[in-house]
Structures are given as C-alpha cells and as structure tokens.
C-alpha cells in the first residue's frame, strides 16, 4: 500500500497536503500508515533478534565471515551446461535452467540471514525518519524537509530490497519444483520402479 500511494503523494508550497482528492487520500494514508508500520518493524525486528540474536544476522559485526564466503561460492559456482539442454525436449529445458539457478539456503550467519539482518536495517530507518517527518511537519518545522529528503533517499534501497527479496523467494519456489520436476524425469528415463507397478504373471 506504501508503494502505491507513494507516487501520488502531494504537499502544497506552504507545506499543506494538497487539496486535489487523490494527492490528499494517497498522502494522509501513506503518513497514517507508516505510523503503523513504524509499530510493527519495531515489534517485528525485537522478535526475530530475540528469537535468533544478532549473531545470526550480522555475523560480520562480530567478524565471522565463513558461513558468507561459502553461500558466496554456491552463487559464483552456479554454471548453465548447454550440454544438458541438449539431451531434453523443449518443454523440459526451463526445468533444467531453475534447477542448476540453486540459491544459498538459509542458515544462520549465511548470505540469507545477512540479507534479511540488512532488509530491517533498512526497514527501521525508512519508517523512523518517515516518523520524526511526521512529527516535525506537525510543528511546521523547516528541518522537516530535509528528512523527509532523506526518507526518499533511503525508500530507494528499500523499494530494490523489497523486489530483490520477492524475486529471490520466488525463484527458490521454482528451484525447488524444477528439482522435483527433474528427479521425476531422470527417473523414469533410466526406468526406476516405486516398487508399486504390477507385473504379469504367466499363466499356469
């Protein structure tokens, strides 16, 4: 819904939200809103730390790097070999792309957790400096502007975070059924049974 509204939001040049009916509903919902939200990164971000500790998502901060060179070398180690596109049929060909495009799976102190220590990060300064916006603008303050410059600056990282994080997870669901679809496909070109088929018998 922030992303939505964001584009639309409108403030006169006496500081005032626009009157216009779209440029007034899309600014009123998109500060009202990232009270909200500034809620529930806070709740949010206490519960995974709590529950996992900062160790698992910054494990940089407390110079431990090996869990992040190895998920490092999963990714530069990911090749596409054409020879394998060659010996299936077209329609099997994305399977064998989504299943060789395996990501680092999630662990503590790896390149995921990283990622997801870094996405609250970004997520907590996003809504916090959207907050002290908020308050300011209230009081009619000059410095208003210029953090809520700031929070344009850090919605960029943010809205990359938001779709990179999204395509990331998606393309994990299509690895791992591109795997079991695979699995299937190597099965039965070399004829594994399930111990389930019938088989004729000769009759006596």
Not at 29 to 43: A, E, K, R, S, W
Request: some cysteine; proline content about 4%; hydrophobic content about 50%.
């Amino acid at each position: 819904m922030q992303l939505i509204a964001a584009p639309f939001i409108a403030f006169l040049p006496d500081g005032n939200v626009s009157h216009i009916g779209y440029h007034f509903v899309a600014t009123w919902l998109h500060m009202l809103n990232g009270l909200v939200l500034l809620g529930v990164t806070i709740f949010f971000s206490y519960d995974v730390i709590k529950r996992k500790g900062l160790e698992w998502l910054y494990p940089y901060a407390f110079g431990k790097f090996v869990e992040i060179k190895d998920d490092f070398k999963t990714l530069i180690q990911i090749r596409l070999k054409v020879s394998d596109l060659k010996k299936v049929d077209k329609e099997t060909r994305p399977f064998i792309i989504l299943e060789q495009m395996q990501l680092p799976r999630l662990r503590p102190r790896g390149l995921g957790a990283v990622v997801q220590g870094l996405g609250l990060i970004i997520q907590l300064l996003l809504t916090t400096l959207g907050f002290f916006f908020f308050v300011c603008w209230l009081q009619n303050l000059d410095i208003s502007w210029d953090i809520l410059a700031a929070h344009r600056i850090v919605a960029i990282p943010f809205v990359l975070f938001y779709f990179g994080h999204g395509g990331m997870g998606i393309l994990h669901i299509f690895n791992q059924h591109a795997q079991q679809r695979m699995k299937k496909v190597r099965e039965d070109a070399t004829g594994e049974t399930t111990g389930t088929e019938s088989c004729d018998l000769p009759n006596e």
